[in-house]
Nanobody, 126 residues
Framework: QVQLVESGGGLVQPGGSLRLSCAAS????????IGWFRQAPGKEREGVSC????????YYADSVKGRFTISRDNAKNTVYLQMNGLTPVDTAVYYC???????????????????WGQGTQVTVSS
């Protein structure tokens, strides 16, 4: 069974850090681009960052550039999102998703992605 499982979310104070993990089972991530999306209450799902498999090239949304870092460990079948300098605006459910054509486009349209995790809540609050 193809599955993506996010972990690492939680409650953090403004300025704090979290590292999210996206672990795959039932398939190997090493031929997929992986994207991280987030969705805040009442808002559309937005692309945060993605990473290709072939050359590990990355994309970051302007809102997270310089604060978030995406990385992948194909040996562990896992992708990470290191989030630093968190602010309340970053509060959302974070999802990882796999894209079978290994494309990491600045558009990061959700319907380009083939497999999704269930999401992990990130809350930034004092």
């Amino acid at each position: 069974q193809v599955q993506l499982v996010e972990s690492g979310g939680g409650l953090v104070q403004p300025g704090g850090s979290l590292r999210l993990s996206c672990a795959a089972s039932g398939f190997t991530l090493d031929s997929y681009a992986i994207g991280w999306f987030r969705q805040a209450p009442g808002k559309e799902r937005e692309g945060v960052s993605c990473i290709r498999s072939s050359d590990s090239s990355t994309y970051y949304a302007d809102s997270v550039k310089g604060r978030f870092t995406i990385s992948r460990d194909n040996a562990k079948n896992t992708v990470y999102l290191q989030m630093n300098g968190l602010t309340p605006v970053d509060t959302a459910v974070y999802y990882c998703a796999a894209e079978a054509l290994d494309m990491c486009l600045a558009t990061m349209t959700p319907n380009e992605y083939d497999y999704w995790g269930q999401g992990t809540q990130v809350t930034v609050s004092s």
